[in-house]
């Protein structure tokens, strides 16, 4: 069974609703996603290292639509880990795996993986939004759109729009090549 590493933090979670959100309780200015086209997550958010570590943030975030649905198809198909840099953020571990054990109950312990870097992530697939963690990766890479990233070229990593998106290729595709192979 082939094995998926999961980005958290703008794959599942929503955090860029977060810091939108958490930006117009701040300034009262209104921030649409389409501002932010390019824009790395610092420039688009001035008060980002003050929200991640306000209590709530990674706890409160809102799922990306979809997720919930994909990953229990899924860890049906693939031994899968949700894989997240939060040593950066302390506050973030306990409320990550709260959100983790909230949204996905039937994510164990042993599938959630917290960490500083990913370079140490040995799966067959990963799917981020972050190109500083699929260009250190070995296996087959999925670069999840987000504003950050989504002028960039996909480069070597197959962009994924949607986790419907995901789905069609991870377990429809992989259905069609099983079929195709008897």
């Known amino acids: 069974m082939k094995s998926i590493a999961i980005d ?3 794959v599942l979670a929503d955090v860029y609703r977060q810091f939108i959100d958490m ?3 701040e300034t009262g200015e209104a921030i ?3 501002q932010l086209k390019g824009l790395t997550e610092k420039d688009a958010f001035p008060f ?3 929200h ?3 209590v709530g943030f990674f706890k409160n975030a809102p799922l990306i639509p979809g997720a919930k649905r994909a990953l229990a198809n899924l860890n049906a198909k693939y031994r899968l880990f ?3 840099a939060a040593t950066e953020f302390p506050l973030s571990l306990t409320e990550k795996q709260s959100w983790l054990n909230e949204h996905f109950p039937y994510i164990g312990w042993r599938q959630m993986v917290f960490c500083g870097s990913k370079e140490i992530i040995k799966t067959d697939i990963m ?3 972050h190109f500083k963690n699929l260009d250190v990766f070995s296996g087959e890479t999925y670069l999840f759109t987000q504003p950050h990233n989504e002028l960039s070229p996909e480069g070597k990593h197959r962009r994924v729009n949607s986790w419907e998106a995901v789905e069609d290729i991870l ?3 992989a259905t069609l090549a099983v079929k195709s192979e008897k």
Request: glycine share 4%.
């Open 127 to 129: 799917i981020d939004d």
């Open 23 to 25: 930006h117009f309780q």
């Open 171 to 173: 377990l429809h595709d």
């Open 82 to 84: 949700i894989v997240s």
């Open 8 to 10: 958290m933090d703008g």
């Open 52 to 54: 991640v570590n306000t």
């Open 32 to 34: 649409e996603l389409k």
């Open 48 to 50: 980002l290292y003050k």
